[in-house]
């Protein structure tokens, strides 16, 4: 792998190299080249991964737009991670890797293994659904609505799970409010 800094850019870190996926058996399944690009601020932001093998159609329905940036996660936890540091090392082993191993799942059985998000809207919903574990998307409104009202600590949660705010969404309210602005 390589480093780059690009100056006067939002994401001018840039690790450019090959990740080679292998399964648990030793069996080598491909070798990509990949640039990720990190964030000015880095180790916070989240990472942009860029796939430049294009053994994989390069479209939404594959997770990769047609410039070559890959949707590695759901719209929330790229949210939630922005917020957090990240290494390189850790990208590549939480991200890069189990993207490019969900690709290759993909060509040979004919779908992601653990399911995917749909794109754009319809993905900040399922992001929602399933961190308030309802598909009734009136009551996800009513409960973002909730999150607005000031509320303390000791305050039950806006999400109704009869737990305090502090051991519930507190820590993620700053995170959910950011993705709700989309809808």
Not at 22 to 33: A, C, L, N, Q, S
Not at 35 to 42: A, E, G, K, P, T
Not at 70 to 87: D, F, G, N, Y
């Amino acid at each position: 792998m390589n480093y780059v800094f690009i100056e006067g850019f939002e994401y001018p870190h840039l690790v450019k190299g090959e990740i080679d996926i292998i399964d648990r058996e030793g069996t080598p399944w491909g070798t990509f080249p990949i640039s990720v690009y990190f964030h000015l601020n880095y180790p916070k932001g989240f990472a942009i991964l860029r796939d430049r093998s294009e053994v994989f159609p390069w479209e939404e329905d594959w997770h990769i737009s047609k410039h070559g940036e890959c949707c590695v996660c759901s719209p929330l936890e790229k949210i939630e991670q922005s917020h957090s540091r990240i290494t390189v090392l850790s990208f590549l082993e939480d991200y890069v890797i189990p993207f490019y191993s969900n690709q290759i799942y993909r060509r040979e059985f004919g779908s992601y293994k653990n399911g995917s998000y749909s794109h754009h809207l319809e993905g900040v919903w399922e992001s929602l659904e399933e961190e308030f574990n309802t598909k009734d998307r009136k009551e996800i409104r009513e409960i973002l609505n909730r999150m607005g009202r000031d509320r303390g600590r000791n305050d039950p949660c806006f999400c109704s799970s009869g737990k305090k705010f502090k051991h519930c969404h507190l820590q993620k309210k700053k995170v959910l409010e950011e993705l709700s602005k989309t809808l």
